[in-house]
Each structure stands twice: as C-alpha cells, then as structure tokens.
C-alpha cells in the first residue's frame, strides 16, 4: 500500500508540474512574441523616408536599432537592400509578412527565416509616396530573433529538476505519513471485520462510518442470501415433490440420495429402506450390476412409465409416464388394423366381383350391378385414400390464410347434399346470417363444412331434421345439429380419435371412415378455432366451431 501511495502521488505531482512548466513555458513565449511585436512597432517610428533606400542605408538604420535586421524591398516583393544577408535582387512576396504588407499596408509574422536560419519576428509596413530614393509603395521589414518554445523549456529545466527532486522527497514523507496514520484505521477495521462473525461492526473515526455501514449492510445481504439459499433449496425439493416425472439418484441402489415424491409412489419406496422394484425386477437388478445405461419400459399400476437409468457417480433414474405415448401408440396399431380392414373390404368386392366378369361366370343380367358395385367400392377405396392424404398433409400446409366468405360457401355447398337429403327425408334448416367473413382458405373450410354436414346426415334418423346456422360478429361461429342417433360418453371422448367411427360394421354402408372429424378436429387446432360437441344418446348431436381471432400457441 506503501508503495502504491508513493507511486500514485509520485505520478501526479510530476505529472502537474511538468504540466505547469509547458503552460509557463507557454506564457512566456506568447508575452516574448507580445514585446517583439510592441518593440518592432517602436522601430518602425523611427524610419527615416528620406534616408538612402540601399544598403547601406539599411545596414545604418539597423545599426541604429541595435543590430535588428533591416530590409528594403520594392513593391512587388524584390529586395532592395538587406543588413542581415546578401540577397539584394531576391522576391519575398511569398513571405507572409510581405504578402500582408503588400496587401493590407502592414503585417506581423511569426516564422523560421530560411535565409538566417533562425526564428524571427518580423513587421513589414508599405510606405505611401515616394521619398528620398525610396519608390512609391516600397516596402521596409524590421526583424529581430526569437527563442523557440522548445529554448524556453531547455532553459528552465536545471530549476524543474530542481522541483522534481523536492516533489519525490515530499511523496515519499507524504506515503510514510498516510501509511502510518491514515491507513492504520482501516486496518484495524478490516481485523474488526475478520472476527465480527455477523455482529454490528463500528468505527470511532467518522471517515471510516460510511465503508462501516457499508460492510454491515453487505453482512445483512450474505444473511439474506443464506435465507434465501435455504428457501430455494425447500423451494426445490417442493418443485421435485409436485413433479409428474420421478426422479431417484443414487450410488448404491438399496440407499438413494434423493428421491422425489413421484418417484416413491411409483416405486412404493419407504424412507431408509432398499427400493423393492429394484430387487424385484430382475432386468433392471441385472442393468444396476452391470453399471449401464438403459431405458425400459413397464406397467405400474394400470400405467405405462418410461424407466431411463443414466450410469455414473452418481447414477441418476428418470421416470416418465408415457401412458399417452403409448396410447397413441395402441392407437397407431388400431390405425394401421382400421385402415388395412376398410381398405380389405372394397379390394375382396372389387377383386371377387372383376375375376366374375373376367372369367365370364356372371349370372346372366347381374353383370350391370357387379360393374355398379365394383364402381361404389373403388369410390369408397379412393375416398379413403384422398381422406388419409388430406389428414396428413395438414401438418406440411403452409400456405397463407386470406378472407373466405362463409356465407356463400355454405349456400354453395349445401346444394350437393340435396340427394342425400331426399333420400333420408331430413328437413335442412338453414340460418345463416350473410357476408361472415373468416380468415382461413376455401378449402380448409370445404372440408370442415363437408364433413360436419356429412355425418350430420349420415348418423340422423329417417325424416329427422339437420340445422346449419352461423352467426357474425367478433367471434362468427357454426353450428350443425342433427335429430340423429347421438353419442355415448365413451363416444363424446373418442369421436375425434382417427378411425373411430361409431357405426362398427365397416360395411361400408351408413358408415364412414372415422377421419373426417379427426381432420375437423385438427383444421380448427391449427387455426386457433375452438370445437365442441354437445350430444346425449338417442337425442341427437350439435357440433360447435367458434371462428376467434387465431390464438398463437
């Protein structure tokens, strides 16, 4: 510290004086230049027009002044006479005090003489008429030398050693002083700190109260951190406590370092006793032997958990319910079964009935309804097809949303449902209010209006009724109600599930192929819309699809 304190004052007392020895420096040229430029002015009045304009007229008048150097020059600039050098016939309108005198009558100039190699001050002053042997216009410059900035500096360096030599002795008394007396105190509260082990700490030198307060304040903020620490680590174990996922580290299988709460209930752990499961199932007692890495899967409980053990010091076991994962999974399974069983039905119509023609064992006149059926059939194989296509390439869609017209779509469309609405006798009751608009395209609203209105006739009842109303405003909503069989709650639960119909005949007759609600169901996810079902069995069913602004998930 010691040192530091000699070093720093050290350097801005040198630092201060050099500074005030250039601005003195400084000064004292500006006042030179001042006087030469008052005492040239003083020699000027003491030109004589009517003295000789040659040299020796230049070389008495400047013998006069003391030996300033004396020149006489034309009007254009050319030297007449000089008393410093030997350069009668050379111009010096170039010169800055020549080109001022030539051009405003009389000039000041401060600059290095190129001809005496010397830095001069020279006054050069345009006579009027002509006098004596000097011309009309002719110009006299009177020049005496000066030291430079730099000569000043050189000249008071002997008395700013001097200084520098006085400035070190007074720094090292000045480090000597502030070590002993000043820095003493801090000292003994740094010690006063080191063993105040959280008690208030104080000072008798008021100087030192404020870093006092100081550290006392930064003692309350570490107890408040330690507060804090252990009411993040409660906080914590509360978090790993309220997770859905189980989480058990450990070294030793039979003692777990922690365990959450899930991770207990599913492995039926009790506190301070070995986790049964991994004793009971042998595959994971043999995974823990070996030290490995692994995930497994098994059935708790009527629930599927997903068991990742992570191999290391220490091992860590992650346990995730994976019972809608592996629904999905089931789901996927009774996809692929739904679609190879609605697929095989038409392809064994289509194949039994074209090998019949084919082989020219068709009963006479039922050929026509053989090629009849075989056409229904390959519709029904192509709707399949176009509805799995379009199901899918939902997610890949990306196209841009524009103003669709739901009003007109519907009177558009509701004319192609005519046919089937005779043939089951459905009153069709239509209350649309005009010009709704929605943000979406044409055709993502085609299927949802195709498929709502489809099962509304499908699944309705012999001369029941089918209502198709929408609604404006802020939030435009569709509604389609049938008079038809109704859902169960099983049903309300699946009925957005692909392939799940509720017609199980796969015939292919009132039935459909279950996808048209689920790609309901995943249009109106997409947008933003919300969809709903309202049914009670044998009443009836009323699907809902509320048009709000899209919501970004």
């Avoid at 000043?182 to 003994?188: A, D, G, R, S, T």
């Avoid at 986790?275 to 994971?284: G, H, K, Y």
């Avoid at 994976?322 to 009774?334: D, F, G, H, L, Q």
């Avoid at 389609?480 to 069989?485: H, L």
């Amino acid at each position: 510290m010691k040192k530091r304190i000699l070093i720093i004052s050290l350097c801005v007392t040198v630092l201060g004086i050099l500074l005030l020895a250039v601005l003195f420096v400084d000064v004292c040229y500006r006042s030179a230049v001042d006087s030469a430029k008052s005492e040239l002015r003083t020699f000027m009045n003491f030109f004589d027009p009517a003295a000789p304009f040659d040299e020796a007229g230049a070389d008495a008048f400047s013998s006069s002044l003391g030996g300033a150097r004396v020149t006489y020059m034309l009007p254009d600039g050319t030297v007449a006479a000089d008393s410093g050098a030997e350069v009668a016939g050379q111009e010096r309108e170039d010169r800055p005090e020549v080109a001022g005198a030539i051009a405003s009558g009389a000039e000041f100039s401060v600059r290095k003489s190129a001809t005496l190699d010397k830095r001069m001050v020279y006054y050069c002053v345009r006579t009027e008429g002509a006098q004596g042997g000097a011309p009309a216009g002719a110009l006299v410059r009177i020049g005496v030398s000066l030291d430079s900035a730099v000569g000043y500096f050189v000249d008071m360096l002997p008395t700013l050693a001097w200084f520098l030599a006085l400035d070190i002795l007074c720094c090292l008394v000045f480090a000597w002083v502030a070590t002993g007396v000043v820095l003493k105190p801090v000292e003994n509260l740094a010690k006063e700190v080191a063993v105040s082990t959280g008690r208030e700490i104080r000072t008798k030198y008021p100087e030192l109260r404020p870093l006092a307060k100081l550290m006392n304040a930064m003692n309350e903020d570490i107890g408040s951190k330690n507060k804090k620490l252990k009411e993040d680590g409660r906080i914590e174990k509360l978090v790993l406590d309220s997770m859905e996922h189980g989480i058990v580290i450990f070294y030793d299988p039979a003692s777990p370092v922690l365990i959450n709460a899930a991770a207990a209930r599913i492995l039926r752990y009790e506190e301070n006793e070995p986790i049964p499961l991994f004793a009971e199932d042998a595959e994971i007692a043999d995974l823990l032997a070996e030290k490995g890495s692994a995930t497994l899967y098994r059935r708790i409980g009527g629930k599927d958990y997903d068991f990742r053990f992570t191999a290391g010091e220490p091992n860590v076991l992650l346990i995730t319910d994976v019972t809608e994962i592996m629904s999905a999974v089931r789901s996927k399974n009774e996809f692929i079964a739904n679609v190879t069983h609605e697929m095989n039905t038409p392809l064994t119509s289509i194949k039994g009935f074209a090998e019949l023609i084919a082989a020219g064992a068709a009963p006479e006149g039922r050929a026509e309804g053989m090629a009849r059926t075989i056409i229904k059939q390959s519709d029904r194989l192509a709707n399949l097809i176009r509805s799995i296509i379009n199901f899918s390439a939902i997610d890949s869609d990306e196209l841009p949303d524009y103003e669709v017209d739901v009003s007109e779509l519907i009177a558009e469309l509701i004319g192609a449902f005519e046919p089937k609405l005779k043939k089951k006798e459905i009153a069709l009751r239509l209350d649309v209010a005009p010009h709704v608009v929605v943000m979406s395209r044409r055709e993502r609203l085609v299927e949802i209006l195709n498929n709502l209105i489809s099962n509304g006739i499908r699944y309705n009842k012999e001369g029941g009724s089918l209502t198709v109303a929408l609604t404006g405003g802020d939030c435009p909503c569709l509604v389609v109600k049938d008079t038809g069989v109704g859902l169960s709650e099983e049903d309300k639960k699946r009925i957005f599930e692909r392939f799940y119909t509720v017609d199980k005949s796969h015939n292919g007759g009132g039935g459909g192929f279950g996808l048209g609600l689920a790609i309901v169901k995943k249009l109106c996810k997409r947008a933003g819309w919300r969809l709903t079902v309202e049914s009670a069995l044998g009443e009836g069913t009323a699907f809902t699809v509320e048009f709000c602004p899209r919501v970004k998930e």
